[in-house]
């Protein structure tokens, strides 16, 4: 008798510690996770959702999906037009047993992880980009297999190095990055692989080039691309922390959410890799300025590099995306041109038009 119970423990599966300390491996035989219902559109949850992209990722995915059925999500005080726009909850990235109830209280079948702190905030605090970049990736990606999600983690340009090659930089090859956030987001990608291959997760893992829209962008080092639009637009003139030969891949907001969704799309035999490296067009701050000056004619910029420049010059300068454009038929919309008559008509009437009523309005009271 003891014998035959010895024999059944060794044929058991291990019961493993999750990220949050419980039990798992368990719960999977007791309908852990339930296969999803073909039949209605995806629920999706978005973390770190009120950065630069979730706002606009979960618009775009709401326009499909339906607007409940796309769950915004963060640890800051949303904005009354964000509540206005569709579900939004807390939700700590750090605290896994919090996502496990949210996954099952609202059945959520994709997770697109946004959580994270960007290339220059993440040098300013090595510690905290640790745990949000790194353990936040653990807890998600644990999650995502646990409940049998689709799970979506953005990498960057950033995960390569400066023993990478800048021009251009294949999807496979040497990745040494220097910075945190670097670090954290190859780690994240390979942890993914692992996942992929361990146990089938369905991961999904785009390397998007620096992102450019008319909302402040989180504290990267690409940002000087969308700050000198609003101070350009607002005060004809910019600073301008990069030198101005620095070359760096960069896509419009659209290019980079539709990128998203026709890669969670696309069928799992298309895609050949679980990494795929996406972008539109390269271009340096004096290129930009260049053709912002046609809108703003007297525009002057000066440069003053700061610590930003030695991580730019680490990064991909042209990013090679042909195996994206191959296995799932990439393709960009927006160049430099229409790019910043975009950019130039989004910083006007998203921000500069809306601050002008504000400060009529406080006028006339
Ligand atoms: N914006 C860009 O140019 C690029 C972005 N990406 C990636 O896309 C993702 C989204 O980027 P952005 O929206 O620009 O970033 P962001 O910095 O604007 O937003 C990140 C969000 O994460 C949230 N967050 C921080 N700690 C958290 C926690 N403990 N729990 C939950 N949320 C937390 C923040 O509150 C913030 O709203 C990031 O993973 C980033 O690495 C990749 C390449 C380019
Ligand atoms: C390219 C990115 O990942 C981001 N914009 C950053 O500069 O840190």
């Known amino acids: 008798m003891f014998r035959k119970c010895l024999a059944s423990l060794a044929l058991a599966p291990l019961p493993r510690i999750t990220p949050a300390g419980q039990l798992a491996g368990l719960g999977q035989s007791r309908g852990m996770h ?154 994240a990608e390979l942890i993914g692989e692992y996942y992929y291959h361990k146990f089938g997760l369905d991961f999904r893992c785009l390397r998007f080039p620096g992102v450019i829209s008319s909302d402040p962008p989180g504290g990267g080092t690409t940002d000087y691309a969308v700050a000198v639009f609003h101070e350009a637009l607002r005060f004809g003139k910019y600073t301008c922390y990069l030198r101005p030969d620095t070359r760096l891949p960069m896509m419009y907001i659209e290019d980079c959410l539709r990128a998203l969704l026709e890669f969670m799309r696309a069928p799992n035999e298309q895609l050949k890799r679980r990494v795929y490296n996406v972008t539109a067009m390269s271009f340096t701050p004096e290129e930009l300025v260049d053709r912002l000056s046609k809108h703003v004619p007297n525009l002057h910029v000066t440069y003053k590099p700061d610590s930003r420049q030695s991580i730019a010059d680490s990064w991909p300068e042209v990013f090679d995306d042909s195996e994206a454009r191959r296995d799932w038929q990439w393709q960009h919309k927006y160049d430099l041109g229409n790019l910043v008559d975009f950019m130039v008509k989004d910083v006007q009437e998203n921000y500069i038009n809306v601050e002008n009523r504000q400060q009529q309005q406080q006028l006339k009271i």
């Open 34 to 187: 339930q296969a999803p219902d073909k039949s209605r559109p995806p629920k999706v949850l978005i973390t770190g959702g009120l950065g630069q992209l979730g706002i606009e990722c979960a618009k775009l995915l709401r326009s499909q999906y339906g607007s409940e059925n796309v769950i915004l999500s963060d640890i800051i005080k949303p904005s009354q037009a964000v509540l206005e726009n569709g579900p939004y909850i807390f939700a700590d990235i750090l605290d896994f047993k919090g996502l496990q109830k949210i996954v099952v209280n609202h059945r959520i079948d994709w997770l697109i992880h946004f959580s994270a702190l960007l290339s220059a905030v993440g040098e300013q605090n090595v510690p905290l980009a640790v745990r949000v970049n790194i353990e936040g990736v653990h807890n998600v990606i644990e999650l995502a297999k646990q409940y049998k999600l689709r799970i979506f983690v953005p990498s960057t340009i950033g995960a390569f190095g400066p023993d990478s090659p800048r021009n251009p930089t294949p999807n496979i090859t040497i990745q040494r990055p220097r910075t945190i956030y670097g670090v954290s987001k190859v780690h």
